[in-house]
């Protein structure tokens, strides 16, 4: 008798969710739910040249949902490809023109994603968390506003820190993520950059509310390291805190997986030259949010760019009852 694969919800948006994808769609039914605020690079030309909603984060994820065999990796190695030079083509990812050209062709976002989801026969879904354009702006703590999510990502004025994040107006979920929501057995929030891939998606009106209506274990993934624009100084205790204060009254984490492997000297190095320094872990606050249900780990990997162990994530999410 065939067992059946457990339903997973990966939310997030962005480099951190998509490397989790290579491990799900392994052992799971994957459902990757991706902020849809982003605002520079490729996407962000194509987001205002073509007014449509930014591709860069929904063809990170699928591409790390392709099949492994080798005319997969031959995709997405070419849809990675990107133009350096031609005039409106310099910049530009192949991936990203080819998703702008379907929701094109297709009538609209979620066709286009599709069209290219059985294209390229990848293993999972991919949903964008709303289908309106809004813009992501973050409230600093001297009271002065950033607009944009690039902009947010690359300021260097870090002695301001951010208080909180909202959006330009008012956007809807996209009903099928809280369909997949109300599926599933397991939802894992991030990694990512937490003011820009992963709490924009709780702005989004309808999505808290589905997270707080679901009875699956929401399992909450901690950077390996701060960000100077977003996190700087954050311990692991205060990435759980922040995201419970996006979610509605009374919901809040179940588990927290938090990297408790030391950091090499040389990675150490270089992430300092760019502000960028390990999570510090207060394992007795994170005991106080969370219980027993704070989990360390060695989860990181990588000699000088750092990822999470994806295959050590899953393997702990899958033991969780």
Known sequence: MTQTRPKIVAIGGGTGVSTVLRELKKVSEVTAIVSMMDSGGSSGRLRDEESILPPGDILKCILELLPNDSDSKKWRDLLNYRFGKGQGLKGHTLGNLLLAAA??????????????????NIQGRVLP???????????????????????????????????????????????????????????????????TSVLPNFLVEGFPEA???????????????????????????DFIKKIEEYLPEGTLIDYALVNTEPIADMPRRVYATE?????????????????????????????????????????TILNIK
């Open 103 to 120: 929701y094109d062709w297709e009538g609209g976002t979620p066709f286009g994603i599709e069209s290219i989801s059985k294209l390229l």
């Open 275 to 315: 502000h960028k320094f390990p999570v510090e872990v207060d394992w007795e606050e994170c005991e106080k949010l969370l219980g027993k249900q704070a989990i360390g780990g060695n989860f990181v990997k990588g000699k000088t760019i750092l990822r999470h162990d994806s295959r050590r994530l899953v393997e």
């Open 211 to 237: 997270l707080a209506e679901s009875s699956a274990p929401k399992i909450y993934v901690v950077n390996l390291v701060t960000d100077p624009a977003e996190t700087k100084g954050y311990k692991a205790s």
């Open 129 to 195: 968390v709303t289908l309106n354009h809004v813009d992501l702006i973050a409230k600093l703590d001297d009271g002065s506003d950033v607009l944009s999510e690039t902009r947010i990502d690359l300021r260097t004025d870090y002695d301001k820190s951010i208080e909180y994040v909202y959006l330009s107006r008012r956007a809807q979920v996209y009903k099928p993520v809280v369909e997949a929501i109300k599926m599933a057995d397991y939802i894992i929030i991030g990694p990512g950059s937490l003011f």
